[in-house]
């Protein structure tokens, strides 16, 4: 099993639409959660951190379910500008640094 | 507040010959962090350093490859005798020590030929 895994897509949306992506994670002691946005070719940039009280951004809306172990990003009002590849990523337990990425989930808006 | 600095932006080399590609980190980040992405793929951890430290080097080749990062001076991802499959972009990222998130640079791009 995959320390992190997510569906792959491409979600393919049209602009207005709300759209959720969900990741799930296999060390139950993870501390540590965050979603990624990559442009085809750019660098990741970090969205938002997960809280365990979950959070909101705007039109970002980011969950933790640790009982189940998986987070969401949830997309409301899509833009043409969310297109993009959108990465969950993990931090391990205690003070080990190197985060696990996912695969990355690619969303497509269309007009 | 510059961001994380990553030099050359595109890089071409011959078969053989060695590859140097530099990140310095953000101001006031003491933790580099070197990614590798082949195309059409996703990314890959290299290695983990702190300053005059490797922390975490799981993910580097055992030939070939090795990282610096210097008291002064920028971090340095080094690559002898490339060879074709090392065509990739090379990201680096840092963090502060009061945090996980890791900030990246916007990438070398390596193509060997």
């Known amino acids: 099993r995959k320390e992190v895994e997510q569906d792959p897509g491409p979600f393919n949306v049209p602009e207005g639409a709300t759209v959720a992506f969900n990741c799930t994670y296999s060390?139950?002691?993870?501390?540590?959660f965050f979603w990624y946005r990559q442009d085809c070719r750019k660098e990741p940039k970090l969205l938002m951190s997960?809280?365990?009280?979950?959070n909101e951004d705007g039109r970002f809306t980011a969950q933790l379910n640790r009982a189940s172990q998986y987070i969401s990003l949830l997309i409301r009002d899509s833009k043409l500008s969310d297109s993009a590849t959108y990465l969950c990523?993990?931090?391990?337990?205690?003070?080990?640094?190197?985060?696990?990425w996912g695969l990355g989930t690619s969303l497509a808006v269309n007009p | 507040n510059a961001g994380v600095m990553q030099n050359p932006r595109h890089l071409v080399r011959r078969r053989g010959q060695e590859a140097r590609l530099r990140c310095s980190p953000m101001?006031?980040?003491?933790?580099v962090y070197w990614y590798r992405q082949l195309p059409e793929e996703g990314l890959k951890f290299m290695v983990y350093?702190?300053?005059?430290?490797?922390?975490?080097e799981s993910g580097m080749p055992k030939e070939r490859f090795s990282a610096e990062f210097p008291k002064e001076g920028p971090s340095i991802l080094r690559i002898q005798q490339v060879v074709r499959g090392d065509s990739a972009a090379y990201f680096c990222?840092?963090?502060?020590?009061?945090?996980?998130?890791?900030?990246f640079g916007p990438g070398t791009r390596l193509t060997v030929t």
């Open positions: 990222a840092s963090s502060p020590s009061n945090q996980y998130e890791q900030y």
């Open positions: 101001k006031g980040h003491s933790h």
């Open positions: 350093l702190q300053k005059e430290n490797i922390i975490d």
């Open positions: 060390n139950s002691a993870s501390q540590s």
């Open positions: 997960v809280y365990s009280s979950g």
């Open positions: 990523v993990v931090s391990p337990a205690g003070n080990n640094r190197k985060l696990i």
